[in-house]
């Protein structure tokens, strides 16, 4: 059986793209709230629906 271990280049390029991707979620999701202003409703649900999935991932993840 043969391990494949990643070497530095492909780690360091694969840590990079993850970052990239979280700045480019992060700023999608800032404009996203920042066209929200004034929609309680849309905040109010959006919030909701957060809470619910962190609920449910630790409730999940936890759960053996």
Not at 40 to 53: I, K, N, Q
């Amino acid at each position: 059986m043969t391990r494949n271990f990643p070497t530095p280049s492909n780690e360091l390029a694969a840590v990079t793209n993850t970052i990239g991707q979280a700045v480019q979620a992060s700023t999608s999701a800032f404009r996203f709230l920042g066209s929200l202003k004034g929609d309680t409703r849309a905040v109010l649900v959006l919030l909701l629906s957060v809470c619910g999935l962190l609920w449910a991932i630790n409730y999940f993840s936890t759960k053996r």
